[in-house]
């Protein structure tokens, strides 16, 4: 392989994990990080860490200062709050299309999604309902018809998911799970009014709590 592919697979694969660092607070928002022990840890050149960081930084999840380093953002509530008014807009579209087209066969692939999503609740792997709810929201997209709309609908998820990781409990879970059920039961049902409904009940749970993030995350945020 040439040097040149090789370092971007490097660099992508750098990106991707250190966005999930960030997700999921493992890294935590302001905390500097140091290019040298990512370099160590990801078994790489500091190029391919220094690229990542650098489309990181257009992302927004972290900020590269001169002469101070590389720090991770903090939760900026307009930016989650423009992500959650995006990802509501069009998350209720896609839904009531998805209803009106919705076949047998999507129907099924649908009701899998829930019984796995049931499955790793009575497990106690909370942690696996954000991945299938992921891919229950692109199925959505996918039976719409408009499966390209899934990844502008992704690419702002990704800094709700640095709010929803901190809300992700227990407690909230089985709230998902019947939210999701109810999203489901009504594409089926080929209603998309119904469809619509559920699906703005569902988003409705990040709109109240965005206070409650302010108040109970403010060294998180700016």
């Known amino acids: 392989m040439m040097k040149g592919v090789q370092e971007r697979s490097s660099s992508d694969r750098a990106y991707s994990d250190i966005r999930d660092k960030i997700i999921t607070t493992?890294?935590?928002?302001?905390?500097?990080?140091?290019?040298?022990?990512?370099?160590?840890?990801?078994?790489?050149?500091?190029?391919?860490?220094?690229?990542?960081?650098?489309?990181?930084?257009?992302?927004?999840?972290?900020?590269?200062?001169?002469?101070?380093?590389?720090?991770?953002?903090?939760?900026?509530?307009?930016?989650?709050?423009?992500?959650?008014?995006?990802?509501?807009?069009?998350?209720?579209?896609?839904?009531?299309?998805?209803?009106?087209?919705?076949?047998d066969r999507d129907a099924r692939d649908l009701y899998d999604n829930l019984e796995h999503q049931r499955l790793v609740?009575?497990?106690g792997q909370?942690?696996?309902?954000?991945?299938?709810?992921?891919?229950?929201?692109q199925k959505i997209a996918d039976i719409a018809g408009r499966p390209s709309v899934w990844q502008i609908?992704?690419?702002?998820?990704?800094?709700?998911?640095r709010v929803r990781m901190l809300f992700l409990n227990e407690e909230r879970v089985p709230a998902i799970v019947e939210e999701h059920t109810r999203i489901i039961d009504a594409i089926a049902n080929r209603d998309p009014d119904a469809a619509e409904s559920a699906m703005k009940a569902h988003l409705q749970y990040m709109d109240e709590n965005i206070q409650k993030l302010a108040e109970s995350y403010s060294e998180y945020l700016s």
């Not at 928002?29 to 840890?41: D, F, N, V, Y």
């Not at 909370?126 to 929201?137: F, S």
């Not at 609908?153 to 998911?161: D, T």
């Open 153 to 161: 609908i992704y690419h702002v998820q990704l800094h709700i998911n």
């Open 121 to 123: 609740y009575r497990q």
């Open 26 to 103: 493992v890294l935590k928002p302001g905390e500097r990080i140091h290019e040298k022990a990512l370099s160590e840890e990801f078994g790489i050149s500091r190029t391919p860490i220094r690229e990542a960081l650098m489309r990181l930084r257009y992302d927004g999840f972290v900020d590269i200062f001169a002469q101070r380093g590389t720090f991770v953002t903090p939760i900026r509530l307009d930016v989650i709050k423009a992500a959650h008014y995006t990802r509501s807009v069009l998350e209720c579209a896609l839904i009531r299309d998805a209803a009106m087209q919705c076949s």
């Open 126 to 137: 909370y942690y696996k309902i954000e991945t299938l709810d992921e891919e229950l929201h």
